[in-house]
């Protein structure tokens, strides 16, 4: 049995206005015995959302008893202490996963791109949001640089979907890629909020959002307004590299955001002819530097040529060479982040 197969036999019974799947807190097997914690929309219906749960469940393979468990609604989490800030949930999107560094050239847009991606070869339903409006790179490492969103008959934004993905940027909002955003803070801060909530992204799993490089108001806002599952921080070995990621940890920390653990990009390069590794930034600084701050390393991505060149051919190399090494790494990760969010 698979998560993903609870949650789509769940996705289609409706209870207080929303589906069984987006009111999943947890989900555990133990043995044939699978566990359902809930939040609880109002007291009252528990009795019932038991019964369209085990009658959800009778023809998922491996479980022989459904347990079900509730917790009452939490008020949305006020954010360093400023009462008037209170975190939302997207409609629709069961875990927001963001994906940040604390300085560019890290190849963080890469790793996003190629992590939604594995996600969604895992079966999940995934989108992609780039969140970088002043350099959105999604549009190119997708392949979709010219593609313009339209909007549904509730004024919604349409996401673009590509490989399997629902994805927006703002370079899909722009008259070409070579227009600059010139843009304040206030004027951002509204679009990435109308990314979010004035999308029309269906029922996703997972949306992977491409932060912008920094600690700065893109980051800030998400914080004080919307409900993060967790964020995964991008690194390189070097020290230049790794001395940002500590600011973009802190800061994540600091708006009480879970840090999932960090991926450590460029990590080697493998010698075509004899196989072997040459670390060409350094060895162990990240390891040394996720024990030091209690992170996880989720994985370590190699200096692949044909990663460079398939992501400016806008075929994101989990797509067009799922069997290379490179590609297996990501899924690795996207197994091992999937794993942990839904532990939690």
Known sequence: MAVKDVMEALRDVVIENSRLSELVKDIRLVGKTLEIVYRLPRKGVEEHMVEKTKEALERVPEVDEVRVR???????????????????????????????????????????????????????????????????????????????????????????????????????????????????????????????????WGELDYLVMDLPPGTGDVQLTLAQNVHITGAVVVTTPQDVALADVKKAVAMFREVQIPVLGLIENMAYFVCPGSGEKFYIFGKGRVMEFATTYRLKVLGSIPIDPELAETSDLGKPVVEKSPDSDTARAFVSIAKLVSDMVERR
Not at 77 to 92: E, L, S
Not at 104 to 118: E, I, M, R, Y
Not at 129 to 155: C, F, H, Q, W
């Open 70 to 200: 509730f917790v009452e609604e939490a008020p949305a989490q006020p954010v360093m202490g400023a009462p008037m800030f209170t975190r939302r949930r997207v409609p629709g999107i069961r875990h927001l996963i963001c994906v940040g560094s604390g300085k560019g050239g890290v190849g963080k847009s890469t790793v996003s791109a190629n992590l939604a991606l594995a996600l969604s070869k895992l079966g999940y339903r995934v989108g992609l949001l780039d969140a970088d409006m002043y350099g959105p790179s999604i549009p190119t490492l997708m392949g979709i640089k010219g593609e313009r969103v339209s909007v549904d008959s509730t004024n919604r934004m349409i996401p673009i979907e590509k490989y399997g993905l629902k994805l927006l940027s703002m370079g899909f909002l722009l008259p070409s890629e070579d227009t600059p955003v010139i843009w304040r803070g206030p004027m951002l801060m509204r679009a990435l909020t109308q990314f979010l909530f004035d999308a029309n």
